[in-house]
């Protein structure tokens, strides 16, 4: 055995695969190991995405067929705010930053698994009554909680005011709590793992870059998080013991003043979007990570400008935590402070256009093979350069007057952290489908997936630019009352066919998974031919992940077309 | 090559799929000229009827022109790199050197910076001062009162002073403001649901309240939102250009009704709302 230089924990037992947990439940059900919570994390995602696209089935079937009424306005409501919560928190955070990040992390720096797995299976079992309360939400009296997945106060906090906001919000709130506890933990796991796991010879500068963002988004997570656990305290506080942070004196329901006093519900939103903001980076770095470590492999070189790169994500990361006031800048914010806010959001084009031209530069002299994966991290290129595009008119303060709340927010959002995000998750899956099962996903049904998903999302997303450009507001129930949005609502029967065939596309995904997993085409350690050093291992990678040697990292993690060698690649474990 | 760690048998060579790479760049040009097309033809705001919304419009349509120019620049780029490089074995070397990812990691600093705070700072600020300075010496000030689901006006009357009001007089029938008797300036205050009744071509400033939840008066075609907080008293302001009915609409979710909240704005000659203002009767 060799010694190692770095301190490991007692729980990432160098020896582990010696002994590997035999019974079923804790092999496959309780597991320690990084890889099966990896794929927990993974399927449950899927399972809320079937709840999650499905609510988003039933908006689009009422705001195109609004006479129809398939919903009433207050389950209308309910289902925009699951939605949203369920889509960002509940299946992109868990399939993407906790699902795969708990799969690769340890894989791909060489450790043999994540620094506190004890505590790893705790993040992952206080999700899943977070899952559970918030789909118990829409079984109580009132429904779900309705104040969107925002949930600003007084609508949020007070039954009055919605229905969802009775049990619906509460348990909104508890599961909230609970999902930041787990990210939380996963976040700090990630931390110390990245920090002090690493395999000898694995500098921080010879990471891929997926591993990179999944640090800098575990760390953004760390920080922006607690505020929303504040937030979502005091906001239990007010609906349950009387107090009000987030309530003024003098609000009227019903002829009645309510006995508040002396709060105010921009608290809240300042709150929610130290949070709210820094979360698109959680999801959407660890996304373009991923696109990187793709394109590497199938373009056949080194990412273009590694270490920009890495700069470039550390400044979006700084950046992002000091904009969050453009999503307030209609809210009788001081003009001043809402042009610094305007200033400083759309500084964070200038690094975050360092990552796409990077991506892109990528490409350049390659010698691309076009993989399902690959295909995947292509169209990622394509939709953040419209997404981050987008951005610029709602981060201008000037032009947000007229966007803000509109279709043309909600189609930005969506390209970013919706699509973006997702089809970085296909990739991961796609490119890493051999170290879970052992087998190769079917290529044929993911250009097929890959069709279903870039063509219709883009569709639905875009036309969405349009309809705010008109002037259509978000989260109305019926537009048809309106003359001004008669010119946007021509684009909702679209829209929603598109968006049918957006969410029928996914089946195709979901039917290559499960049957790659049990029928899929045998593989070995390294399918791919590529570098990094998770593939320094069988297919799928074993308890403890690597044999008994434990892995030196000799190079760094793109060593494709070496310079002064005739090699096509030169993997980083091996001289 | 390095030998494979398992004992499973080598892996056959990865196919290039070097087919797809048409097929793929037929498909983002043909999604690129679809989405510009659409922007080109979709992309129109509502017209356009108060004074400083030209300056937003502005904003936007410099937005559409260059966003729209780095749109199509990336995605050329994107399709050519897709076909020039596809299984390629002909490119050359891929090691750009320190030196040249240096220099085009500063190109699109350089190009974001002006582009994007050449939009905020050189068309966006000038906006400001219309929408947020302070309001002109002749300016007619309104107020605006949100509750769910409905808009209510108040019009400060002849002496030109809102009354004080008090939200534990709030009725729904008799008093929707809260209106307090005790205060004499209240007297002659003007009360109106759902209607908003301006002149043409004078700055508007308008007072905003909620009662209730946040709303947030918007009307598009004067590109006007701001958000109605409260426990806040705020302010918006602007200057119709125009003469005609327009729609008021909630842009900040408030509740189950939220998508109903409509009111109208109407916006008279000056004459004509002197006339209709004097023959408006006060609340009490």
């Known amino acids: 055995m060799v010694l190692e230089t770095q301190a ?50 039933l908006i689009r079937y009422q705001v195109a067929w609004p006479e129809k009424a398939v919903v009433s306005p207050e389950t209308y409501l309910s289902v925009v705010t699951m939605h949203g919560t369920i889509m960002v928190f509940f299946v992109v955070s868990l ?28 993040s992952y079992w206080t999700i899943v009554p977070g899952c559970l309360l918030m789909i118990l939400a829409f079984f109580v009296e009132g429904g779900a909680a309705a104040a969107g997945w925002t949930a600003y106060p007084p609508l949020s906090a007070l039954a009055e005011a919605v229905p969802g906001s009775g049990l619906g919000q509460t348990l909104w709130l508890l599961a909230m709590a609970l999902f930041i506890a787990s990210f939380t933990m996963g976040g700090l796991n990630y931390i110390t793992t990245i920090l002090n796991c690493r395999a000898k010879g694995m500098g921080l500068l010879r990471m891929p870059l997926s591993v990179w963002m999944f640090f800098v988004s575990a760390i953004l997570g760390v920080l ?23 309530l003024p004196g003098g609000m009227v329901f019903g002829e009645e003043v309510l006995a508040h006093e002396g709060g105010t519900p921009l608290l809240f939103q300042h709150l929610f979007w130290f949070l709210g903001h820094p979360e698109v980076y959680v999801i959407v770095l660890p996304a ?20 920009m790169s890495v700069w470039a994500t550390l400044l ?10 453009h999503h307030m800048y209609v809210s009788g914010m001081n003009p001043l402070v809402g042009e610094y806010f305007s200033i400083a959001t759309v500084s964070i084009t200038a690094p975050f256009s360092i990552l796409g031209v990077n991506l892109l530069a990528s490409l350049w002299r390659g010698k691309i093979r076009f993989t399902t994966a690959m295909v995947f991290a292509l169209g990622i290129i394509s939709v953040i350069g419209l997404g981050g595009l987008g951005g610029l008119y709602l981060g201008t303060s000037t032009s947000d007057i007229y966007f803000h709340d509109s279709y043309f927010v909600v189609g930005h959002f969506h390209l970013m952290i919706g699509v973006v995000t997702l089809m970085g998750t296909y990739a991961a899956c796609y490119h890493w489908f051999p170290k879970m099962f052992g087998r190769a996903m079917n290529e044929r049904l993911g250009y097929l997936h890959f069709a279903l998903t870039y063509v219709p999302m883009m569709a639905v997303f875009v036309l969405m630019h349009y309809q705010g450009l008109s002037g259509m507001l978000r989260r109305y129930y019926d537009h048809s009352i309106y003359d001004f949005q008669t010119v946007g609502r021509e684009l909702s029967k679209p829209i929603s066919y598109w968006a049918f065939a957006a969410f029928a596309g996914q089946f195709v995904f979901l039917a290559n998974f499960l049957w790659s997993a049990l029928r899929g085409r045998k593989v070995g350690s390294n399918p791919w031919e590529a570098t990094s050093m998770e593939w320094n291992t069988e297919s799928p990678a074993p308890h403890g992940n690597f044999g008994a040697a434990d892995p030196v990292a000799v190079r760094g993690p793109y060593d494709y077309a070496p310079e002064g060698s005739s090699k096509e690649y030169a993997p980083q474990w091996t001289q | 090559m390095s030998p494979a760690p398992s004992g499973r048998p080598a892996d056959p060579p990865v196919s290039t799929a070097s087919g797809l790479a048409k097929p793929l760049a037929a498909l983002f040009v043909a999604m690129t000229i679809l989405v510009a097309y659409g922007f080109w033809a979709k992309g129109r705001l509502p017209e356009l009827a108060s004074q400083h919304g030209k300056y937003i419009d502005n904003t936007i349509y410099y937005l559409l022109v260059a966003t729209g120019l780095l749109f199509l620049a990336g995605h050329a780029v994107l399709t050519w790199f897709v076909l020039r490089y596809a299984g390629a074995n002909d490119s050359g070397s891929p090691h750009a050197g320190a030196k040249l990812e240096k220099r085009w990691a500063l190109v699109p600093v350089l190009v974001m910076c002006v582009v994007a705070e050449g939009g905020v700072l050189g068309i966006g600020l000038p906006a400001f001062a219309e929408v947020y300075g302070e309001p002109a010496a002749d300016a007619v000030t309104v107020e605006v009162v949100g509750k769910q689901f409905e808009w209510i006006v108040r019009y400060p009357g002849p002496d030109g002073v809102f009354g004080a009001v008090d939200h534990t007089l709030v009725h729904d029938v008799r008093n929707p403001v809260g209106l307090d008797k005790k205060d004499p300036a209240s007297k002659d205050d003007i009360v109106l649901r759902g209607q908003l009744t301006l002149p043409v071509g004078r700055q508007v400033v308008i007072r905003l309240r909620a009662l209730d939840v946040i709303h947030s008066f918007t009307v598009p075609q004067f590109r006007v939102k701001q958000d109605l907080i409260p426990g806040f008293l705020g302010r918006t302001q602007f200057v119709p250009t125009k003469v005609g009915q327009y729609e008021l609409a909630c842009a900040e979710l408030c509740g189950l009704g939220h998508y109903r909240m409509r009111g109208f704005v109407n916006i008279k000659e000056e004459a004509e709302f002197q006339q209709w203002l004097s023959e408006e009767e006060p609340w009490f």
């Open chain 1, 316 to 325: 979006i990361a700084f950046l992002s935590m000091i904009v969050w006031g």
């Open chain 1, 224 to 246: 922006a998080f607690p505020p929303l656990t504040a937030a979502a305290l005091m906001l239990l506080g007010d609906r349950h013991l009387g107090t009000s942070f987030f």
């Open chain 1, 8 to 57: 490991r924990p007692a729980g990432a037992h160098a020896s582990a695969h010696d002994h590997a947990p035999q019974s079923f439940l804790r092999r496959y059900v309780f597991s320690l190991d990084h890889k099966v919570i990896g794929l927990q994390y993974i399927l449950t995602a899927m399972f809320m995405a079937l709840i999650g696209g499905g609510l988003s089935a």
């Open chain 1, 288 to 307: 373009i990570g991923i696109a990187f470590d793709v394109i590497a492999t199938y373009a056949r070189r080194p990412p273009f400008g590694y270490r």
């Open chain 1, 95 to 122: 399939a993407l930053v906790s699902g795969f990040g708990n799969f690769l992390i340890p894989l791909q720096i060489g450790a043999r698994d994540m620094a506190y797995p004890l505590l790893n299976a705790l």
